[in-house]
């Protein structure tokens, strides 16, 4: 489904991801774990296309196209979905505006005819019940005063709604309580977890890794990946830290 090769990209000229190589293929979910500052948000953003990360080298194909050449819009109609480590506030926008306007521009997208207002509400609801969200957070404005935990929660909901094919998760956890973990871990299994989607899930902490457990996880550090094995190098990481596993 997505194959990176050879990644180099850069911030304002200074190179982050230094020839990042990997391949995710339909039914896996892939763990990504790190340092602070090895580029495990950047190459998120380098995948969902946000402006100012510029790829100087190397290739990323999604289902044989080329995802680099495609826009943030068009890679979002593709089905792929980017979850934020800092969701965006937007004030003066209704979370349901917002969610209804990414779903039906996605579905412009991809030719099919837009939902209605009443028709998206049920689906919103439907979704929100399922993360045991409250509707009155559907009428809020994004993300404006939502807790930490609120505003993961609202981004599964999100994804819930889309129904992408592939999704970048990064530090979904953050900032989760023990209650709110096993929700959005729920969350991520219900939505994702099929044979013809695959997870990229960014996470500093092996417990989200016990709701959603990886087929495979990595060690990125400075830019590239370092080692790849198995959910038990997630536990290897936990107990003896980056530095000794995978400098
Ligand atoms: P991680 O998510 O693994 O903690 P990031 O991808 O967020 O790491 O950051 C990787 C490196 O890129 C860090 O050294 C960070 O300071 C730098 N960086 C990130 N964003 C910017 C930016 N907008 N301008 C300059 N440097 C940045
Ligand atoms: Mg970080
Ligand atoms: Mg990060």
């Not at 965006?88 to 039906?104: C, K, M, T, W």
């Not at 309580?177 to 044979?195: F, K, S």
């Amino acid at each position: 489904m997505l194959k990176i090769d050879n990644l180099h990209a850069e911030i304002d000229g200074k190179p982050i991801l230094k020839g990042l190589t990997l391949t995710v293929n339909a039914g896996e979910v892939h763990a990504i774990m790190g340092p602070n500052g090895a580029g495990k948000s950047t190459l998120g953003y380098v995948l969902g296309g946000r402006p100012g990360y510029d790829v100087t080298e190397g290739s990323v194909t999604f289902d044989g196209a080329d995802l680099l050449e495609m826009e943030p819009h068009e890679r979002a109609a593709a089905g792929v979905f980017l979850g934020f480590q800092y969701p965006v506030e937007i004030p003066g926008v209704s979370n349901v505006q917002f969610l209804r306007e990414a779903l039906n521009a996605q579905r412009k997208g991809r030719d099919e005819k837009p939902l209605s207002g009443g028709e998206f509400l049920k689906l919103a609801r439907a979704q929100a019940d399922l993360l045991s969200m409250d509707h009155d957070m559907l009428k809020r404005p994004v993300n404006v005063g939502f807790s930490g935990g609120e505003k993961k929660r609202n981004e599964m909901v999100q994804m819930g709604i889309v129904d992408p094919k592939f999704a970048i998760l990064d530090e979904t956890d953050s900032g989760l309580d023990i209650d709110a973990l096993r929700i959005v871990g729920d969350g991520i299994n219900r939505i994702m977890r099929r044979p013809d989607k695959a997870v990229l899930l960014i996470t500093h902490y092996q417990r989200l890794l016990d709701y959603v457990k990886p087929d495979f996880v990595h060690v990125l550090a400075d830019g590239r990946i370092t080692r790849s094995g198995g959910a038990e190098l997630a536990h290897e990481l936990e107990a003896q830290g980056y530095g000794a596993v995978a400098a």
